[in-house]
């Protein structure tokens, strides 16, 4: 079956580490991948996107990193803050061609000062 | 510039009950989607629309009904709730632009079905 899944635990880490969250998917082969935030009682905002052809994208404190022959991606937050502190999810479209994602079920991150 | 509009933010409802739950926006996106937030299961994809009155499935559609009159508003109607149907719904737009590019969340409706 398919399925996409993320570790449901939260991540506990101190500021200034680097929090590294792990999203793996069977079944699926994603032309992209999307990694989003998810703040208690909001909607998903948008992060970042990878290609298949790509194999780590940056943006600031961000790197997300992707494996297609592991099927996973990595999303790291270097220097991470308290206001790090969401749910991240990934999502990725499996090529509908009409980005009807499908996301996982998101690994909250908890960073203390 | 609002973006995306949930109406209502929470709702209770009884069971056999007709509720809907309304998601406008101000973009003029095209691409129009429903989906439901629930413990372990993530964000499910209930209905999508790709242009005014153009509307398909998505991954759990039964029990649902929506409406794409006009491009701005995309209600979702659950037509006899039932306590499954208890959940976070989320309205989500897209260009319809490249794929990959983000979709654009509203802050969701909590709907609770005693």
């Known amino acids: 079956s398919q399925k996409i899944e993320q570790n449901s635990e939260a991540l506990n880490i101190q500021e200034g580490k680097t929090a590294t969250l792990t999203c793996n998917y069977t079944n699926y082969s994603p032309a992209y991948l999307q990694w989003y935030r998810q703040d208690p009682g909001r909607g998903p905002v948008f992060l970042l996107l990878?290609?298949?052809?790509?194999k780590e994208k940056r943006k600031e404190r961000l790197k997300v990193t992707f494996d297609t022959t592991l099927k996973q991606s990595l999303f790291h937050i270097t220097a991470s803050q308290p206001a790090d502190s969401a749910t991240y999810l990934c999502?990725?479209?499996?090529?509908?061609?009409?980005?009807?994602?499908?996301f996982g079920t998101g690994t909250r991150l908890l960073v203390s000062p | 510039d609002a973006g995306i509009t949930q109406s209502p933010r929470y709702k209770i409802t009884e069971t056999g009950r007709q509720v809907t739950l309304m998601c406008h926006q101000t973009?003029?996106?095209?691409?129009m989607f429903w989906y439901r937030q629930d413990l372990g299961h993530g964000l499910r994809l209930i209905y999508y629309?790709?242009?005014?009155?153009?509307?398909d499935k998505g991954e759990v559609p039964d029990g649902y009904v929506v409406s794409r009159s006009k491009t701005e508003n995309f209600p979702l109607t659950l037509e006899s709730a039932t306590r499954s149907q208890t959940s976070v719904y989320f309205c989500?737009?897209?260009?319809?632009?490249?794929?990959?590019?983000?979709?654009?969340f509203g802050n969701g409706t909590r709907l609770t079905v005693t």
């Open positions: 999502a990725l479209d499996p090529n509908t061609g009409f980005q009807k994602l499908v």
């Open positions: 973009w003029s996106h095209s691409y």
């Open positions: 989500a737009t897209w260009t319809g632009g490249e794929l990959g590019s983000p979709l654009h």
């Open positions: 990878i290609r298949e052809n790509e």
């Open positions: 629309s790709a242009a005014a009155d153009i509307t």
